[in-house]
């Protein structure tokens, strides 16, 4: 009795002790899947508002018709938007800042771009825009952004994966606690 009061006590602090371990991890890992789908989330968002102002720009272009610039402008408003929004999931990672900063840049020049092709446009210079519209810079500006976007994806890809493997660490301690704490047991009630 002497032996297995204190062999009970320590496989039950034993238990709680790696319970709680678990379920701390767990929760710091949920929170950082959680970030990386978030800013899965934003740089997919960010992405169809750049494609959204790109069609937009390009029916404005080819029809003349002013229709075409509502969905443009909302798809602005929305890009800008959502960079304020990355920048802010990025503040706490210098390398993840740096790659937005790039993707931002890019961002800009191909605003600028369609915004110097509708002025073009508007002011009746169909020469001057039919030229824009033909040369690759669009198409370039839109593969650094992809690039960019894509290496941003990846990051947020192994912030996911690396919760994930979090978790499962935190599960296979909780079976090894558990599997100890029961033997524990066991011997001191054979004792």
Known sequence: MAMS???ALLAALVLVGINETGHMRS??????????????????TLMQSMLDAE???????LTGDETYLQPYDKAVSNVQSNLDTLRQLFLGSPEDLQEFAWL?????????EMEL?????????????KFVLHTDVGKEQMEAIRKHAGVLLARADAQVA??????????????IGIATVTAIGLLAFYM
Not at 27 to 44: E, H, L, P, W
């Open 162 to 175: 690396r919760g994930q493997a979090q978790v499962e660490q935190s599960l296979m301690l909780s079976r």
């Open 27 to 44: 929760q710091d890992a949920v929170t950082q899947m959680a970030g990386g789908q978030v800013t899965r989330s934003a740089i997919n």
């Open 117 to 129: 092709s509708l002025r073009l446009r508007r002011q009746g210079n169909e020469d001057a825009w």
């Open 55 to 61: 069609t937009g720009q390009r029916g404005y272009l």
């Open 5 to 7: 009061l204190p062999m």
């Open 104 to 112: 931002s840049r890019q961002v800009s020049r191909k605003l600028a």
